[in-house]
């Protein structure tokens, strides 16, 4: 019989993968170790592998020829060797546009959160000051420029969403040509430029070589001093101890982050220290529909390679023929 094991994942329980892979007469299994020694361990004979965080090194490729897909309960696939799963001939798969909604949504609240600056009103009141001149400045979205960095779905979902808010929306994307506009009207813009002129900035591009740290210490001095940076992308997008530094320094208006450079934060992180920031836990994909969405989409995946069927989402199609 065929097997599909998780090898590590971001749920309280597996009951949903585990009901649709014994549902589709395949034996199942459930690890927690995202280890490349651990994975190799606990997957050896095993034709599939559902994965959140799980470390897909060459070595794990070797190790596992058996395994003839790696489905991802995600997007992004940074911690996937493709080259290494494409010479094996093992599929990957991932989850594109299951969160769509809901990142949009959280980056559009951490967005208004740092310019309402609504958790130091919210700290003030609970500690029995009613006085919110002492949070000012306050903004608003009218009159305001809204910088979308990657044009993806996610991206172009929080452009729609900014642009109903009443923001003037601007955008960077690697696929698109400045000097243009979007198909719905936003001015495209060099990346500079977009940080010269926007209000907010928000991060929504995959992580890759090109995109580590592309908000540094040198770029971040392009911006306005009354700047927000929102990041619900990758972590490693933004040199988090760059912008902790332009925030104690008055230097930006706010942050408002979600994912960072190492997860959990480190506990000293300067970031956790620096004024008019608003974090989350890396909880812009969640909501309880988008995760079940993101389970069985991902779970699914994986039985359709399993059984010689294409899933509807494979970063490396080529496998499969």
């Known amino acids: 019989m065929a097997k599909i094991v998780v090898s590590d994942i971001d749920f309280e329980d597996t009951d949903l993968e585990q009901a649709l892979v014994e549902g589709a007469g395949i034996e199942f299994a459930r690890f927690q170790d995202r280890t490349p020694e651990g994975i190799i361990r606990n997957a050896a004979g095993a034709q599939g592998i559902i994965t959140s965080y799980g470390d897909f090194t060459a070595e794990v490729f070797e190790a596992l020829p058996d395994l003839r897909v790696v489905s991802r309960t995600g997007v992004g696939f940074d911690s996937i060797d493709i080259a290494a799963a494409t010479d094996h001939g093992v599929a990957v798969c991932n989850v594109p546009g299951y969160g769509t909604e809901v990142v949009s949504d959280h980056a559009i609240t951490l967005a208004l ?86 209000d907010v900035v928000s991060f929504n591009c995959a992580l890759a070589p090109q995109t580590r740290h592309m908000l540094d210490e040198e770029r971040i001095a392009l911006m306005k001093p009354t700047a927000v940076v929102v990041n619900t992308s990758r972590g490693p997008v933004i040199d988090t101890r760059a912008l902790a530094k332009a925030l104690e320094e008055g230097r930006l208006w706010g942050a408002g982050i979600d994912v960072f450079e190492t997860e959990p934060v ?42 010689a069927h294409h899933p509807a989402d494979c970063l490396n199609p080529t496998v499969l023929k």
Not at 148 to 161: H, L, Q, T
């Open 113 to 198: 959160a740092c310019l309402r600056r609504i958790n130091e009103l919210d700290r003030d009141i609970k500690a029995g000051v009613w006085d919110f001149a002492r949070t000012r400045p306050l903004g608003q979205c009218a009159g305001r420029t809204f910088g979308v960095v990657g044009m993806g779905e996610i991206g172009r979902a929080v452009a729609k969403k900014a642009n109903g808010l009443g923001f003037k929306v601007v955008c960077w994307s690697r696929s698109l040509k400045p000097g243009r506009r979007t198909p719905e009207g936003y001015d495209i813009l060099s990346y500079e430029e977009l940080l010269r002129v926007s």
């Open 266 to 307: 480190e506990p000293d992180h300067p970031l956790l220290r620096a004024p008019h920031t608003v974090l989350s836990a890396h909880a812009a994909y969640w909501s309880e529909e988008s995760a079940r969405e993101l389970r069985r989409r991902a779970t699914q995946a994986a039985i359709d390679v399993v059984q």
